[in-house]
């Protein structure tokens, strides 16, 4: 039976439209319907009717970025004293296992905060996490990543081609200095064929920076100890020119983190039509630095927020994220433009829009309702 929900606004978050007062939503069958005032729409409705009062109500949020396989790490690896101190830790704290527990505990925490949907990203254990994802109810594609300057081992085409209930597997790449060109290709082409998007993990921090340039830092030398940069070369290249040179950055790509940009990147990066998915607090809690979010807004790139790991935030709540953005934001930045940044836009990266990102007929009937700290930190409600 189709049912009518009402709220003193709805940010509906189409682009003639952001907000609607004294809103209305007709859904039926876990799609919506009708979405108006509620004085239009009650007039011809018989059905049940759910209040939600003075709440705003609006779609369910999209979380762009995160590691679920790390949920079992929370509060055990080192903050503020930089990347190579934080993967030294991870990789201490890492000999625990995989921990089904904490990430089943991890996906309620999403799904309580109003997350409906995850991209999420996965190294040793993308089955294990994609069926716990499958079973507790949150949509999702599982970004299975390639790692290595080997051979290395193939993507699981089982694993790739499979449709699991709420949620698809594409494939991505780890890094640029931890993943040769030739497999950061492949895994671009192969999500490319399958109409899914590709990631990767871009201008974290100043580390990542120095192993392109000359394979130089703390951060190198921890790999090369490992292993991990047998046959790589370093491009003398900053990561953003190395990702354009090897053409890894088209509208159909999802850059996660984007740190270390000059403007003049941020422009280079815009004209490519790739997708960014800022990390604020993650970034914050490792001691990176900052991404140039107002000049990423400013150039037009479609920018998306992701909670990334519990092993480097504390928590995996949007709305956290979003406040944390907002209240350091240099320059204007209203209500709409942050829902935007976990609804329309990370529907728009992933490819979700027919489903997801706003409030419109045949869309999905999934919501959340903005926490009133969120309207107060861009000071005023909707």
Not at 141 to 166: C, I, K, M, N, T
Not at 171 to 200: C, I, K, W
Not at 251 to 274: F, K, Q, Y
Not at 329 to 342: N, Q, S, T
Request: glycine share 10%; proline share 5%.
């Amino acid at each position: 039976m189709a049912e009518l929900l009402r709220a003193a606004r709805a940010a509906v978050m189409t682009p003639d439209r952001p907000f609607i007062q004294d809103a209305a939503i007709i859904h039926d069958q876990g799609r919506i319907l009708e979405v108006g005032t509620y004085a239009a729409l009650a007039r011809g409705f018989s059905g049940p009717v759910r209040d939600l009062g003075e709440a705003t109500v609006a779609p369910a949020l999209i979380n762009a970025h995160s590691h679920l396989e790390f949920s079992g790490l929370r509060g055990r690896a080192p903050s503020g004293r930089g990347f190579a101190a934080w993967v030294t830790g991870l990789m201490a704290a890492a000999g625990r296992g995989f921990d089904s527990e904490a990430v089943k505990s991890a996906c309620l925490e999403l799904a309580d905060s109003g997350t409906a949907f995850v991209a999420d990203t996965a190294t040793r254990n993308a089955e294990a996490v994609a069926g716990i994802l499958d079973d507790s109810g949150l949509f999702f594609v599982l970004f299975v990543e390639a790692v290595g300057h080997g051979p290395g081992r193939p993507y699981p085409a089982d694993l790739l081609d499979r449709a699991w209930g709420r949620g698809r597997a594409a494939a991505a790449g780890h890094a640029l200095y931890s993943t040769s060109p030739e497999a950061l290709r492949r895994a671009r082409d192969q999500s490319r064929r399958r109409g899914l998007p590709f990631s990767l993990h871009l201008a974290e921090h100043r580390d990542e920076e120095n192993i392109l340039l000359d394979g130089s830092g703390l951060f190198a030398d921890i790999l090369r100890d490992r292993g991990l940069l047998k046959g790589f070369v370093p491009p003398g290249k900053t990561p953003l020119a190395y990702a354009l040179e090897l053409g890894l950055l088209d509208p159909g790509v999802l850059a996660v983190h984007c740190v270390r940009l000059s403007r003049r990147e941020v422009a280079d990066l815009a004209r490519t039509g790739a997708s960014v998915c800022l990390c604020p607090r993650s970034n914050a809690f490792i001691g990176v630095g900052r991404a140039p979010w107002e000049d990423l807004v400013r150039a037009g790139v479609n920018v998306c927020l992701g909670t990334d790991s519990l092993a480097s935030n504390t928590d995996l709540n949007l709305w956290n994220e979003a406040r944390y953005l907002a209240e350091r934001f240099d320059g204007p930045l209203d209500l709409a433009g942050a829902l935007r940044l976990v609804t329309a836009n990370p529907a728009r990266a992933l490819g979700l829009e027919r489903d997801f990102g706003s409030l419109a007929p045949g869309k999905r009937a999934l919501f959340s309702v903005v926490p009133e700290a969120l309207s107060r930190a861009l000071g005023r409600a909707a």
